[in-house]
């Protein structure tokens, strides 16, 4: 598991691309883009309005963008998501809410 | 080191810390204090403090109440408290602020304005 290596505090808005390795953690305001080695994670009075790309994605708070994650998505039970996602592994709790579409890069099985 | 700035940090309350392994090209803003210890460019306009701390590296004009400067900061800078340019820090551009303070060991270039009003006559 990767440090953590930024906060967005709840008062705090950046506007443009975020961009480098390790974890940050949202608890105030993204808009533009979001290119992240390792984690995001999107507190529950966390807003990101991005489209994303990283290795692991927490939301707990409101998202909408496009989602490309290489190891998984996980959209809690508080979460508001609107996007597309694609990633190996997709977990969405009971309770949150999503509209968009989900891409698991799955292999059909022979014969179909 | 970075453990002894992260406590520091802690100590200022700081809410949003950009990591040294973190880039944001385009603008933050906020109303509360910003550590920077990765690279900023753009825009940074604050309410509160903002710290960029010895890794830090800013290529961005910077609105603010105070900043203390450890690291880089290449871009104008206007305060409304005051600026501090610590010892070991680079700083190229304009400073306009009330109160400036420039340390031993500190690199700038630009111009000063701490807004004193040229005294008539003798």
């Given at each position: 598991m990767a440090e953590t290596s930024g906060v967005i505090g709840q008062g705090t808005v950046v506007k443009g691309n975020l961009s480098g390795s390790g974890n940050v953690v949202v608890r105030g305001r993204v808009e533009g883009k979001v290119a992240l080695r390792d984690q995001l994670s999107i507190e529950p009075e966390g807003k990101v309005f991005a489209d994303v790309e990283v290795d692991d994605l927490l939301i707990q708070g409101e998202m909408s963008g496009d989602i490309e994650a290489a190891d998984k998505v996980l959209i809690a039970s508080s979460a508001k998501v609107?996007?597309?996602?694609?990633?190996?592994?997709?977990?969405?709790?009971?309770g949150a809410r999503f509209k968009g579409s989900i891409e698991m890069d799955v292999k059909l099985p022979e014969g179909i | 080191m970075a453990a002894?700035?992260?406590?520091?940090?802690?100590?200022?309350?700081?809410?949003?810390?950009?990591?040294s392994s973190i880039v944001i090209d385009g603008e933050i803003s906020g109303d509360e204090d910003l550590v920077i210890q990765g690279t900023v460019k753009g825009k940074i306009s604050l309410k509160e403090s903002l710290f960029v701390e010895g890794s830090g590296v800013i290529e961005a004009d910077i609105e603010t109440a105070n900043v203390e400067v450890s690291g880089q900061v290449t871009g104008n800078i206007a305060a409304t408290e005051k600026v501090e340019l610590k010892s070991d820090c680079k700083v190229v551009g304009d400073i306009r602020a009330p109160r400036i303070l420039i340390a031993d060991g500190a690199t700038f270039k630009g111009n000063v304005d701490m807004e004193v009003k040229a005294s008539k006559g003798k």
């Open positions: 609107v996007g597309d996602i694609k990633a190996p592994r997709v977990v969405i709790q009971d | 002894i700035e992260k406590a520091a940090a802690a100590s200022r309350g700081a809410h949003t810390v950009i990591g």
